[in-house]
Nanobody, 115 residues
Framework: QVQLVESGGGLVQPGGSLRLSCAVS????????MGWYRQVPGKQRELVAS???????NYADSVKGRFTISRDNAKNTVYLQMNSLKPEDTAVYYC?????????WGQGTQVTVSS
């Protein structure tokens, strides 16, 4: 069974940085497309960034130029480097692993951007 465990969330001031990590176990990490999503209460979960098994990346317009997704297949881990954080980035961030029609989620990590 595929398991995803996120870490790295917390409280940061506007303009600050955080790096989220998502460790994957239970399958061959390198073949999965990975993504980071976020959700605030009362709103739908939205895609923040994704990276294919080949390393191609995609970003939501709201985070382009500020966030960077990367993966380390040797460590079975995907990262989200978040710079120049804004209060509107406050959300629970979820890691997702996808292979064909199969998708798996982590438990989420809270990111709060506030002074």
């Amino acid at each position: 069974q595929v398991q995803l465990v996120e870490s790295g969330g917390g409280l940061v001031q506007p303009g600050g940085s955080l790096r989220l990590s998502c460790a994957v176990s239970g399958s061959i990490f390198s073949i999965y497309a990975m993504g980071w999503y976020r959700q605030v209460p009362g709103k739908q979960r939205e895609l923040v960034a994704s990276i294919t098994s080949g390393g191609s990346t995609n970003y939501a317009d709201s985070v382009k130029g500020r966030f960077t997704i990367s993966r380390d297949n040797a460590k079975n881990t995907v990262y989200l480097q978040m710079n120049s954080l804004k209060p509107e980035d406050t959300a629970v961030y979820y890691c997702n692993a996808r292979l064909g029609d199969a998708g798996y989620w982590g438990q989420g990590t809270q990111v709060t951007v506030s002074s």
